[in-house]
């Protein structure tokens, strides 16, 4: 099948965009209003994009919390999310009035960051300190800005729980990292395999 994406008519129950790109990691972001109110929300539009400098991005369908938080502070953590952390998670997805702490919704630890004010999640395997790089809404083929928001953050200090490494390595078989898949589909990493890339053609 093909089409085009203008008038969208796929003819399938589901518009199939989100499950074809995937799976996607999930940012947990955690941040702070200028007043001190504490925020923790996921999203799966979330991804490294830099190793040197380290920047990890993501993007907000409309000007939620998060977004207006890191206006306002220009800091951020993002916490990684395991397969025991993963109905946690989804507590933290609820649209809570503002000034909300879903930390407490969800029954989560907040632990300021070592260099940044923001909070993260204390009982996740690794989290990221970051400060913002840029903030932008993307433009479409006409110009048109969209309703979404990206945020991106140079990682300026990472966390680790000793358990999580093993042979001196972050341990996907114990952290399973758990990632988006389109719908309510969502996988776990945990299954590993390796692969050598080739040295010459």
Same mark, same amino acid.
């Given at each position: 099948?093909?089409?085009?994406?203008?008038?969208?008519?796929?003819?399938?129950?589901?518009? /199939? =965009?989100?499950?074809?790109?995937?799976?996607?990691?999930?940012?947990?972001?955690?941040?702070?209003?200028?007043?001190?109110?504490?925020?923790?929300?996921? !999203?799966?539009?979330?991804?490294?994009? $830099?190793?040197? /400098?380290? #920047?990890?991005? =993501?993007?907000?369908?409309?000007?939620?919390?998060?977004? $207006?938080? @890191? &206006?306002?502070?220009?800091?951020?953590?993002?916490?990684?999310?395991?397969?025991? #952390?993963?109905?946690?998670?989804?507590?933290?997805?609820?649209?809570?009035?503002?000034?909300?702490?879903?930390?407490?919704?969800?029954?989560?630890?907040?632990?300021?960051?070592? #260099?940044? $004010?923001?909070? +993260?999640?204390?009982?996740? +395997?690794?989290?990221? &300190?970051?400060?913002? *790089?840029?903030?932008?809404?993307?433009?479409?083929?006409?110009?048109?800005? $969209?309703?979404? !928001?990206?945020? @991106?953050?140079?990682?300026?200090?990472?966390?680790?729980?000793?358990?999580?490494?093993?042979?001196?390595? +972050?341990?996907?078989?114990?952290?399973? /990292? @758990?990632?988006?898949?389109?719908?309510?589909?969502?996988?776990?990493?945990?299954?590993?395999?390796?692969?050598?890339?080739? *040295?010459?053609?």
């Amino acid at each position: 099948m093909f089409y085009g994406t203008a008038d969208n008519r796929h003819g399938l129950a589901h518009d /199939p =965009f989100k499950a074809i790109v995937s799976p996607r990691p999930i940012g947990w972001i955690g941040s702070h209003a200028a007043d001190g109110r504490l925020n923790l929300a996921p !999203y799966s539009f979330f991804n490294a994009i $830099s190793d040197v /400098p380290k #920047l990890v991005m =993501f993007s907000s369908s409309g000007h939620k919390d998060s977004v $207006s938080n @890191i &206006e306002e502070t220009g800091v951020f953590t993002t916490s990684f999310v395991s397969r025991s #952390l993963m109905h946690a998670m989804n507590e933290t997805s609820a649209p809570a009035a503002r000034g909300v702490s879903e930390f407490e919704l969800a029954g989560l630890t907040p632990v300021t960051g070592h #260099l940044v $004010s923001a909070p +993260f999640v204390g009982e996740a +395997f690794a989290a990221l &300190e970051c400060r913002v *790089t840029e903030m932008f809404q993307p433009k479409d083929l006409d110009g048109v800005a $969209s309703e979404n !928001y990206v945020v @991106i953050g140079q990682v300026i200090g990472i966390h680790i729980r000793e358990e999580a490494i093993v042979d001196g390595r +972050f341990d996907m078989a114990t952290v399973r /990292p @758990i990632a988006r898949l389109g719908y309510r589909d969502y996988c776990d990493g945990g299954d590993v395999f390796e692969m050598i890339r080739p *040295t010459s053609a």
